[in-house]
């Protein structure tokens, strides 16, 4: 299944509610274009991937009511404003915008639809060429290795399937290494304060059978001090032109400690991820500030199986919570795209992408 798709009556879009993962599986019904900003706001969706799917389906769903040049405006600013860090949302609302903007406003509804639809088609399509692309990575590990050991990968947050519409990005090549046979083993950062690797990843990767082990964010050093990791793959929701990555808290340092300990480190960055207009991730990319509360509660299944929210911080203390870092460029052994794998330089993305020259 894909994680959003058009309702079978044609007049709603379905999305999996990820909120209610890994506990319960929920489909949630968007049926205007406040319903798709708050499921990006509230993370119904997340991933940046599916947030760019999820706005140009908003768009859709805002034109079907009103199609004039003032609600596409409208609709364009409201869902660029529900998650800042994500360049994935932006290309998808500019794409649609530019599709529509010149058709007749009886024609704009049906154009975005059809838009909307094919975006998510390539969306997997890219995200096949990702694992193409970054299989070969893992096979050249498995191919040094004894028979009875496997390829050890460690990943952060949730760039699977669920955080795009199907097949993932950082676990496209997991995907396409374990179904071909290979030993295949992932650490997976349970990925605090949201949890996206323990809640997601890993009822991704339990799903279709992959080996894995959660562990806590900061025990992945350890690992790699240990041999225990053979390579590091995790997403991105705003690439530099130059290289620089933007990714969930936490993955700079997983970048520094396999930067330390010359483990290869390597982001899975699909086009739409990349933004050709910045240069210098640190300075540039805005990082999204989400609330305390995220931090100060944990949600999870109690033993007589009800889902509650605890929390874990005294009463009174401040939290603060950056939801993104930036993982310089020179961290980053190589960008996985659907057009292969270059090194993360302007050259490198200028020598697979030459059309995209950077602004
Ligand atoms: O806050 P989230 O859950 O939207 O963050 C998601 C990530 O950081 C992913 O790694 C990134 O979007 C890449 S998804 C293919």
Known sequence: MRTIWLAADGSAVEIIDQTRLPHGFAIARLETLADAAHAIRAMLVRGAPLIGATAAWGLWL????????????????????????????????????????????????????????????????????????????????????????????????????????????????????????????????????????????????????????????????????????????????????????????????KALAAHDNGVPFYVAAPSPSIDWTLHDGRREIPIEERGAEELAQITGRLADGTVASVSVLPAGSAAANPAFDVTPARLVTGLITERGVCSATAEGLRTLFPGHASK
Do not use: F
């Open 62 to 253: 805002a034109l079907c009511r009103d199609a004039t040049d003032a609600a596409l405006a409208q609709a364009h600013a409201t869902l660029l404003a529900t998650r800042p860090t994500a360049v994935n949302l932006r290309w998808a609302l500019d794409r649609v915008r530019a599709r529509v903007a010149p058709l007749p406003a009886t024609e704009r509804a049906a154009a975005a639809r059809g838009l909307a639809i094919a975006m998510c088609d390539e969306d997997v399509a890219l995200n096949r060429g990702i694992a193409s692309a970054g299989l070969p990575l893992i096979r050249a590990i498995a191919a040094r290795k004894r028979p009875d050991e496997r390829v050890n990968i460690l990943t952060h947050c949730n760039a699977g399937w669920l955080a795009a519409v199907d097949v993932g990005t950082a676990t496209a090549p997991i995907y396409a290494a374990h179904d071909a046979g290979l030993a295949v083993h992932v650490w997976v950062d349970e990925t605090r304060p949201r949890n996206q690797g323990a809640s997601l990843t890993a009822w991704e990767l339990l799903n279709h059978g992959v080996p894995h082990t959660v562990i806590a964010d900061n025990a992945g050093g350890h690992l790699m001090q240990h041999g225990h990791v053979d390579l590091v793959i995790v997403g991105t929701d705003r690439t530099t032109a130059t290289g620089d990555v933007a990714n969930k808290i936490g993955t700079y340092l």
